[in-house]
């Protein structure tokens, strides 16, 4: 596997469903990112991890749980969603440094959710 | 506020001709960085090119370049001998150094780029 890997690709969940999203970056990356992509809306950061560390929580709701084990693997869970959190999210990873912002994120494929 | 905007949602190109996607942005720190992404119908983001606010060149990778502006606040994608491929949406993005979380991207709404032969 290369580059970051997201699974599943696609998840249908019920309201009351607990489930997970899984994510891998085989880059050697420090850094991970979850975003949210909604129609016709911006890319949205939701969590920022580095060195497995949360650095920013962009005021998502407890509904969605991260979980940062290692720098490669990323885990975002999810419980009691609504409806308008069907999206496509994506996770994402970087390599950071002391500074600068050279550092361009790698992304997943995304895994396309759907929340009934 | 939105910091990065893109004001075509849509455009048109014919095959083998160029097309110049615009960016604007809004910072008050000297200090940032511009990147394009392209978006397929598949959902991943490529990552196509970077322009860093100090560079005195245009930033160039292969057929894409970006028109760096800085006086006007302005990043526009410029995409040579356009191919079928080439068909998806693409989004401005920015970071900034200041602030703690240094490595956070905004994203603009994104250009769908339709190539036709």
């Known amino acids: 596997e290369t580059g970051v890997t997201q699974t599943p690709r696609h998840l249908v969940m019920g309201m009351t469903n607990k489930k997970s999203l899984k994510c891998e970056q085989h880059?050697?990356?420090?850094?991970m990112y979850w975003y949210k992509q909604s129609a016709k809306k911006p890319l949205e950061l939701m969590f920022v991890?580095?060195?497995?560390?949360?650095?920013e929580n962009n005021s998502v709701p407890s509904r969605f749980s991260p979980e940062c084990p290692n720098s490669s693997h990323l885990f975002l869970h999810l419980h009691t969603l609504q409806p308008e959190d069907s999206a496509l999210y994506l996770c994402?990873?970087?390599?950071?440094?002391?500074?600068?912002?050279?550092?361009?994120?790698?992304f997943g494929p995304g895994t396309r959710l759907t929340v009934t | 506020a939105q910091k990065i905007t893109q004001t075509q949602p849509g455009m048109f190109v014919q095959e083998k001709e160029a097309v110049t996607l615009d960016c604007t942005y809004d910072?008050?720190?000297?200090?940032?960085?511009l990147f394009w992404y392209k978006q397929p119908s598949s959902g991943e983001m490529i990552f196509l090119i970077y322009?860093?606010?100090?560079?005195?060149q245009n930033a160039t990778e292969g057929r894409y370049s970006l028109n760096f502006q800085k006086a006007r606040k302005s990043a526009n994608l410029v995409i040579s001998a356009s191919q079928l491929g080439d068909s998806a949406m693409y989004f401005c993005?920015?970071?900034?150094?200041?602030?703690?979380?240094?490595?956070?991207?905004?994203f603009g709404t994104g250009t769908l780029l339709a190539v036709q032969p």
């Open positions: 991890y580095n060195f497995k560390e949360q650095t």
């Open positions: 322009q860093g606010s100090y560079d005195q």
């Open positions: 910072t008050s720190d000297p200090s940032y960085g």
């Open positions: 880059l050697g990356h420090n850094a």
């Open positions: 993005a920015m970071r900034e150094s200041y602030g703690g979380a240094t490595n956070k991207l905004i």
């Open positions: 994402a990873s970087s390599q950071e440094g002391s500074g600068g912002n050279s550092y361009e994120q790698y």
